[in-house]
Nanobody, 123 residues
Framework: VQLQASGGGLVQAGGSLRLSCAAS????????MGWFRQAPGKEREFVGA????????YYADSVKGRFTISRDNDKNMVYLQMSSLKPEDTAVYYC?????????????????WGQGTQVTVSS
């Protein structure tokens, strides 16, 4: 599967942004999906994940209550809705895929990665 993330940009603190991840292939519904981010000078970290058919979603504590993951298997899309954005959310955001029902938290558990999209939150 090939992934392409989009939707990043510059937003003021407190604002919202929705990232999209488009996947190729006809078996998208068999892939669990994750979102990760990497801030300058920091390691890439887990943001959230959703199971292959969307029944399970979980998030990093740092974004819980502010970010929401959804997916549309008919359109081969997964989304990351980000609200109440903070400057510390500034990072390159990546989507990742694993052909399995349950989405892992560890980035090493994913087999496919998108190219990343930059999110910058100004104070």
């Amino acid at each position: 599967v090939q992934l392409q993330a989009s939707g990043g940009g510059l937003v003021q603190a407190g604002g919202s942004l929705r990232l999209s991840c488009a996947a190729s292939g006809r078996t998208f519904s068999s892939y669990s999906m994750g979102w990760f981010r990497q801030a300058p000078g920091k390691e890439r970290e887990f943001v959230g994940a959703v199971s292959s058919i969307g029944g399970i979603r979980y998030y990093a504590d740092s974004v819980k209550g502010r970010f929401t993951i959804s997916r549309d298997n008919d359109k081969n899309m997964v989304y990351l809705q980000m609200s109440s954005l903070k400057p510390e959310d500034t990072a390159v955001y990546y989507c990742a895929a694993l052909q399995d029902y349950y989405p892992p938290r560890a980035q090493g558990g994913y087999d496919y990665w998108g190219q990343g999209t930059q999110v910058t939150v100004s104070s």
